[in-house]
């Protein structure tokens, strides 16, 4: 299974974009699926995961408000709507997908087993 980003770019601070994740290769029953972030010299850092069966959706307190997390499984693809852009959001943008991934480790990077390529994204000020 392969999971490809994209829907990155250049914004302003306010803006919105839409990231999508697609998965592509055998059949595909992630337990969930998440969004990760890595700034300049940063580590990375949790974003927001989605149950793939349940549609419950976990949020890191940077982003409730402003992203929604959301999937399509007859597309096996999940989305990432982010609203009211701030410089401090850019970052590489990776989705991952987690086969036995926990309640209580959804924000850990290790806990997700296969990962995109990543995704840009820029806000400028």
């Known amino acids: 299974v392969q999971l490809q980003a994209s829907g990155g770019g250049l914004v302003e601070a306010g803006d919105s974009l839409r990231l999508s994740c697609a998965a592509s290769?055998?059949?595909?029953?992630?337990?969930?699926m998440g969004w990760f972030r890595q700034g300049p010299g940063k580590e990375r850092e949790f974003v927001a995961t989605i149950w793939w069966s349940g549609g419950n959706t976990f949020y890191a307190d940077s982003a409730k408000g402003r992203f929604t997390i959301s999937r399509d499984n007859a597309k096996r693809t999940v989305y990432l709507q982010m609203n009211n852009l701030k410089p401090e959001d850019t970052a590489v943008y990776y989705c991952?997908?987690?086969?036995?991934?926990?309640?209580?480790?959804?924000?850990?990077?290790?806990?997700?087993?296969?990962w995109g390529q990543g995704t840009q994204v820029t806000v400028s000020s």
């Open positions: 991952s997908a987690g086969t036995r991934t926990i309640l209580s480790s959804i924000t850990i990077p290790e806990q997700y087993d296969i």
């Open positions: 290769g055998p059949t595909f029953r992630p337990r969930v």
